[in-house]
C-alpha cells in the first residue's frame, strides 16, 4: 500500500463471498490483541492460498479474531461461511496486503539494540505527535514516521557535525568514516 493509504488511515473495499466489506488497517491502540490473533499466521514462510489454507481449520478462532479487528464483516456472516476455506484464505491474503507493515518479514540489524515501545512513544512525541494521536495512527504509518523522523534526526547531526568540523579542522579519513555513519 501506498504512503497516502498508509497516512489517511483509508481501507480497502473487498467482496467476500456475496457482500461487500471493508479491510482495515490495524491501529497502534490494538496492536497487541491483533498480534495474538496474527501471530500463527505471521509465523508463515510465504503467503499464499496453499499455505494459508491448512491452517483455516484449526486456527479459526485466531482467523475470526483478527477479522474482528480489522475487517467489516459481521461474525454471523463469517460464521455462515466457514465452509468456504478458499475464500477465507482469500480474504486472509488480502488482509495481509493491506496490514503489510505488520506481516513483512524484518531483517534483523546487527549493531542496532532493542527499544521499548514506550521509548517509540516518547521519541514520536518528542518530534511533535501527541499520544492519543500515535494510538490512533495505523501501524504501517507509526512505523513510518518513526523510519522518518530517525531521518530528519540523523541528517540534523550531520549537520553539526559539518559545523564542528569546520570549527576544529578535523582529519578527512576520520570525517568520512563518521558521516557514512550518520547515513545509515
Not at 98 to 103: I, P, S, T, W, Y
Request: charged share 25%.
Amino acid at each position: 500500500m501506498n504512503d497516502f493509504f498508509l497516512a489517511n488511515n483509508e481501507s480497502l473495499p473487498y467482496f467476500f463471498v456475496d457482500q461487500n466489506i471493508e479491510i482495515k488497517q490495524i491501529q497502534v491502540k490494538n496492536l497487541n490483541r491483533f498480534a495474538q490473533f496474527a501471530d500463527p499466521i505471521k509465523k508463515l514462510e510465504s503467503y499464499s492460498i496453499e499455505t494459508i489454507t491448512p491452517l483455516i481449520e484449526p486456527q479459526m478462532l485466531n482467523i475470526m479474531g483478527m477479522c474482528s479487528l480489522v475487517t467489516s464483516i459481521s461474525p454471523e456472516s463469517f460464521n455462515e461461511n466457514i465452509g468456504q476455506p478458499t475464500a477465507i484464505a482469500e480474504l486472509l491474503l488480502k488482509i495481509i496486503e493491506v496490514n503489510e507493515a505488520f506481516f513483512r518479514k524484518e531483517e534483523k540489524e546487527t549493531d542496532s539494540k532493542d527499544s521499548s515501545w514506550f521509548e517509540a512513544f516518547a521519541y514520536l512525541v518528542k518530534m511533535g505527535h501527541r499520544h492519543n494521536d500515535i494510538l490512533d495512527m495505523t501501524y504501517g504509518a507509526f512505523l513510518q514516521y518513526l523510519k522518518e523522523g530517525h531521518a530528519v534526526e540523523r541528517q540534523q547531526v550531520k549537520s553539526y557535525a559539518i559545523a564542528t568540523r569546520m570549527a576544529n579542522g578535523a582529519k578527512q579519513q576520520a570525517w568520512e568514516k563518521y558521516l557514512k555513519q550518520l547515513d545509515r
